[in-house]
């Protein structure tokens, strides 16, 4: 449980800091609600979004993963390409699309959930054979 623990608050701390971004934005830009058509303002909100979006099962399926599976190495990895997934992301929607940072942080952040998924699948099936067949 520490992994899952230390990966949510590294994320929770970089959704956060997101979120800040947008409010640092819509006092400069004088933009209270929505995006006011502001470029900048849309790529943050969309950042923060995003962020939000695809964190929370990503960290269930870890938790779960860590459930079954103890703190392997391999877990281990995926949590912090998890992590370094999610900050490439931010980086990459301030620039031109397409480019890497951008990339790198979807693929590495499906690539971890898919991983995880098929972790969990396997835990599961192994576990429950019968579960499939009948009882």
Same mark, same amino acid.
């Given at each position: ?27 400069? =830009?004088?933009?209270?609600? @929505? ?8 790529? !943050?909100? !969309? =950042?923060? @979004? *995003? ?47 397409? *480019?890497?940072? !951008?990339?790198? @942080?979807?693929?590495?952040?499906? @690539? ?16 429950? +054979?019968?579960?499939?067949? +009948?009882?």
């Amino acid at each position: 449980m520490q992994l899952t623990m230390i990966t949510a608050g590294l994320l929770a701390l970089l959704v956060v800091a997101l979120g800040f971004r947008i409010s640092l934005r819509r006092r400069q =830009a004088r933009i209270p609600i @929505g995006d006011g058509g502001d470029a900048i303002l849309q790529q !943050r909100i !969309r =950042a923060h @979004g *995003n962020c939000v979006e695809t964190v929370p099962l990503a960290l269930i399926l870890l938790f779960l993963a860590e459930q079954a599976y103890g703190q392997p190495w391999y877990l281990i990895a995926l949590a912090a390409l998890l992590v370094a997934s999610r900050l490439l992301h931010p980086i990459g929607m301030g620039l031109p699309a397409p *480019n890497l940072p !951008r990339v790198a @942080g979807i693929l590495g952040t499906w @690539g971890v959930t898919a991983l995880l998924a098929i972790l969990l699948l396997w835990r599961g099936l192994s576990l429950c +054979g019968s579960c499939l067949v +009948g009882a």
